[in-house]
């Protein structure tokens, strides 16, 4: 299978006054297209860092990643802004919808971005897809912490991305509205043939994936095999 | 499946889309940036939709302004080279003969300085004499009598049919004079006029030596007569004559200008309103666009490019730009029709209000245009936003591009600098307009960074809980401090100049008080009525201030170069008004206590055979380009007289009594023709008016002006126009208002979580009250204060450095503005916060989440 996503030596500094604080260092790892991953470790470990690295969000220090065959380094902020919105899907963990955006508005900008012209229809079988078809007209702070994350999945996969990253998709929800939000990204990952990349310190939820990075203290510590 | 563009780019609609989308949901926010603009568009629209309807109108009339398509004047009797050149232009189909004069009326005791106008002809031609009856217009020079100005008629309690005694002559009255073509209220309020019969001029026997008697000749010209060509063709001859012509097309364009001139300074104090707007419209979008950080990192997280991100919300505001512009130049267009009101008869014409397309294209542009500048400064932070802050990775606030920002201040004062060159034409005083907003706004600004870090270095820690956190509030992180001091300061600033300004001018226009200033002055006293005159004021136990002799006399050459050569000259240093005018000359072997020696020696010996030696005043040196040992040549009266500058005086115009631009010694025009002038001083009006009355009936060619009339009328004036400025500058002030509802209610999220948190603690509403009250009243008092104090500065050097003149400001401002403004702050203030304090702190939390 190809690598969707191969990073080398990845790592990652940032200044404080004269001081130079090191994230992440030495960072190798490859994923194939398909697969499920998840990237765990405790506090400070440089988990969402890494994410951010590996979405293009941000420059590394030192090392390169390549997302879906291009090296992201080498492209400007357009270049990676367009690469996201083709290919990226993200989920994070406090929803981050856009709270002046219905749930179906918010679904829709991924593929409006894109100049697509049946953006609403898309939109809308999304959100059946995810139960809310009835609630498209919901703007977010009318929705509960676990509407919302199902608003911000339907968004994620409303431009069919090639990759998908979740940043502690559950962190925000109680254990049944979690294992639900859970379900509907693996199924979709299923459906689709997405990639899966998730951050997370529920050892249980990385446990459903294909393969675990551990991290600590900013280097990989270990990388194991999941049970799915 | 889904079909991607291979661009990839969202559309120019999609931006559309999302701007309204977001702009939908936050509707409250900016519908008070949109009021920040409304009301300094609306205050600028009315302002130059009213100019050019004025302008228009006053070009549409301006036959029936003048009453005649051309008239050749002057203040000399015609010769045979100006009877010459009337005849070459077919005669005058009208002629007049007017002067200023006492006049008295029979059964009634009041006197009235008038402008008697003798008018022969069918003048006026376009337009017409409006007066009461109205067939008094047709009838008073077959009946022998007069039209007298209505305003006198009212004052002096006359009816049609009344007597009038102008010099030696006792008429009817035919009717009161309502208005008269080639008349302006304005000028009339201090001399009314006073139309009848061009016969009956002779009989007055007012016409003698030093009157002041202008000849007007009036002509009606063909269609297709080109009237700037007569003007140019003519102007010679008639210059080296002491005419001038005067077509109705340069007469409305003068008033036009002089109009004009008004309503630049208007746009101006229009234009403060509208750039407080925009510091408002900055100060909130800045706040806006933080909220919005959030949104733009996520979008750029979804694939959003940073210049889309811009253009969301660069759409946005423009969008509410030309919302408030649309809506402010429609209040615009509804408010120039309170003009007519404010300014009553100041206005020359009846102005008929139409929509300018130029106006309203104008207001709408400028709604878009400056909300969009002003934005353009905060807006930039959604460039440098990193799509990191989505993931809960706090970089800290990215560095903006100090370049863009510099770009951005200059791109603003540019536009405010091209701007008010539209308005005043003149780039020295947009200049200095500009230079004077930037200093004002410094100022200001410094006064609120100074008054921060004063409070923090000088913390009071002893003070008591309330009075502290009062305190702290001012120099948080996100304090609202320097907005609202700006807001304040400039709307304050604005008021009480205007108060201070008009002090100035009343201050210098004033004499009241002063002792040795004469309020009464005689002029043309005939040499043989002196003493008479001098013992009438005695016998009255008033005393006589001066009594000064008055030669009348014309330029002839200066330095063996005749004023005619000079006319000729076109490199000539020298100003063109003094080529005809009349000098009136005085002479005394004294300075009196307005005049003080700048240069030269006041040197008072004549010696035959040599050129006189002459005094001349400062301003000529200027406008003459004459220095100390020049030699100059007067025309008196036909004899040519030569003299020789000796000294230069400082000359002190602004007091009230008669100064001289040129002062002969004693010794030289004893027996030339000349008359006198005398001063003197009355207590109140009654003595004036009784001192009026016995003059007028002994001596009715001598003519009085009584300064203690002027000044009222002076004051009339003032008080209407300052009325309007007031209104302008309103407009500031509700602007200052807006501005600060708006930072008020930008602050009130940060404000409700201190004071849930501060309840949550155990504060008590009492407590959260006071805090909140204490932090506007500090606000209140220290950005009015800071506008007075700013204004009476500004008025101080104004009075200076323009008006030469010793100021003392009036205490209104102090009094009024300041608790007032004061107290406007503290309530808008509280009653923003009251919903606050009054609610639980759960249920505030979950509406204002919500």
Known sequence: MAKILNIEHLGKTYRSGTREISVLEDISFSIEEGETYSIVGPSGSGKTTLLGLCAGLDQPSSGSVHLCGSELSAMTEDARALLRNQKVGFVFQNFQLLPTLTALENVVVPIELQGIKNA???????????????????????????????????????????????????????????????????????ERGTTLVIVTHDLELAQKTQTILKLKGGRIAAKEKGIA | MIEK?????????????????????????????????????????????????????????????????????????????????????????????????????????????????????????????????????????AEGGALLDATVMLQLNLKPGDSINIGNITIPISGSLVSIPGSTAVFSSVAPPVVLSYDLIEKTELVQMGSRVKYDFYFVAEEELDLRKLRTDLRPTLQQNNYS???????????????????????????????????????????????????????????????????????????????????????????????????????????????????????????????????????????????????????????????????????????????????????????????????????????????????????PTSWGFVARQSLLNLFRPQNQTLILILAIGVGTFLISTLYFTKDVLLAQASLESQENT???????????????????????????IENMPIVTMRLHAINEKTVNEMRRDTTRTIDRWLLNHEFRVSYRNELTIAETLVNGEWNTTVKDGEPVPISISDNLVRDAALEVGDDVY?????????????????????????????????????????????????????????????????????TII???????????????????????????IFTGIIVLLGAVRTSKYQRIRESVLLRTLGAQSRQILKITALEYFYLGVLGSLSGILLSLGGSQLLAWWVFETPFVPSWVPFLVLLPGITILVLAIGLSNSMSVIKSPPLEVLRREGS
């Open chain 1, 120 to 190: 609403a229809k898309v939109g809308m079988d999304l959100l059946d897809k995810v139960g809310l078809a009835d609630r498209f007209h919901h703007y977010p702070s009318q929705l509960s912490g676990g509407e919302q994350q199902r608003v911000a999945v339907a968004r994620a996969f409303s431009n069919n991305p090639s990759i998908l990253f979740a940043d502690e998709p559950t962190g925000n929800l109680d254990t049944t509205t979690g294992e639900k939000i859970v379900e509907l990204l693996f199924n979709l990952n299923k």
């Open chain 2, 5 to 141: 563009n291979s661009t990839a780019k969202a559309s120019f609609s999609w931006l559309l889309k999302m701007a309204l989308r977001d702009g939908k949901a936050s509707g409250k926010k900016l519908g008070l940036f949109m009021a920040s603009i409304v009301l300094g568009i609306a205050a600028v629209v009315s302002i130059q939709s009213f100019g050019v309807n004025l302008k228009e109108n006053i070009a549409l009339q301006s036959k029936s302004l003048m009453g005649t398509d051309y008239k050749i004047d002057s203040n000399d009797a015609p010769n045979e080279r100006i009877i010459a050149v009337l005849d070459s232009l077919g005669g005058a189909d009208a002629r007049e003969i007017s002067f200023p004069s006492m006049v008295s009326f029979k059964g009634n005791e009041g006197t009235k300085l008038v402008q008697v106008r003798g008018i022969e002809g069918g003048f006026p031609f376009y337009g017409s004499i409006e007066t009461d009856p109205p067939a008094a217009a047709n009838s008073y020079k």
């Open chain 2, 245 to 459: 012509i005067d077509t109705h097309v340069s007469s409305s364009e003068r008033l036009g200008r002089r109009f004009d001139n008004f309503g630049k300074f208007l746009n101006l104090v229009a234009f403060i309103a509208l750039l407080l707007g925009c510091v408002g419209i900055a100060s909130a979008i800045h706040i806006y666009i933080k909220e919005k950080l959030k949104a733009v990192a996520i979008l750029k997280c979804l694939g959003a490019t940073k210049r889309q991100t811009f253009s969301i919300y660069l759409l946005q505001i423009a969008g509410i730009g030309l919302l408030g512009g649309v809506i402010g130049t429609v209040l615009g267009l509804g408010l120039q029709q309170l003009f007519p009101l404010f300014l009553g008869d100041l206005l020359p014409v009846d102005v008929e209000i139409t929509f300018s397309t130029q106006v309203i294209f104008m207001g709408i542009l400028l709604g878009v245009f400056m909300s969009v500048l002003f934005a353009l400064y905060p807006l930039m932070n959604t460039l440098y936003v990193s799509p990191l802050q989505a993931l809960r990775v706090d970089e800290g606030a990215s560095e903006k591009s100090r370049f863009a920002g510099l770009m951005v201040l200059l791109g603003i004062f540019v536009f405010i600098f091209l701007f008010s060159y539209w308005l005043l034409g003149d780039v020295t005083y947009s200049l200095a307009f500009v230079l004077g907003i930037l200093i004002t706004f410094s100022i200001l600004a410094g006064v609120a960074h100074l008054f921060m870090r004063a409070i923090k270095r000088f913390f």
């Open chain 2, 518 to 544: 004469p309020n009464i002055i005689l002029l043309d006293v005939q040499s043989d009525q002196q003493q008479a005159v001098e013992a009438m004021i005695s016998d009255k136990n008033l005393p006589v």
């Open chain 2, 634 to 702: 007067f025309n008196v009266q036909g004899v040519i007289l030569h003299t020789r500058v000796s000294s230069v005086r400082e000359v002190d115009w602004s007091r009230a009594q008669m100064n001289f631009m040129v002062v002969f010694p004693e010794g030289v025009l004893e027996d030339a023709p000349q008359f006198r002038v005398i001063t003197a001083q009355t207590p109140d009006a009654a003595a004036s008016a009784q001192l009026q009355q016995a003059i007028v009936m002994e001596f009715p060619n001598v």
């Open chain 2, 706 to 732: 009584d300064i203690r009339q002027i000044l009222t009328v002076v004051e009339g004036i003032l008080e209407k126009i300052s009325w309007l400025i007031n209104f302008m500058a309103f407009f500031s």
